[in-house]
């Protein structure tokens, strides 16, 4: 992890493994890094970018359930192949 603030063990909300052979924090599970913009023309001066800044992010997304992906890439892989 290059932000260990966001550790477990520095008070964030990341569960960790701590390596202590080179000091490094490495998460537990699956973790994706994003880069995050503001909207509604809402500007940040340089200096916030400087520093975490906590805050809550609303991610919006259409549900989809397992079985409706599953077919719909057997689905693709079976055109491909078919030659169409």
Do not use: C
């Amino acid at each position: 992890m290059t932000e260990a603030v966001l550790a477990e063990t520095q008070g964030g909300t990341v569960p960790v493994y701590p390596d202590t052979a080179e000091r490094a924090l490495a998460p537990r599970g699956a973790w994706f890094p994003v880069r995050l913009s503001p909207v509604n023309g809402t500007s940040l001066e340089p200096v916030w970018y400087a520093h975490p800044v906590r805050g809550q992010v609303v991610l919006k997304a259409t549900p989809e359930s397992l079985a409706v992906r599953m077919f719909r890439r057997v689905a693709s892989v079976l055109i491909r192949e078919a030659g169409f």
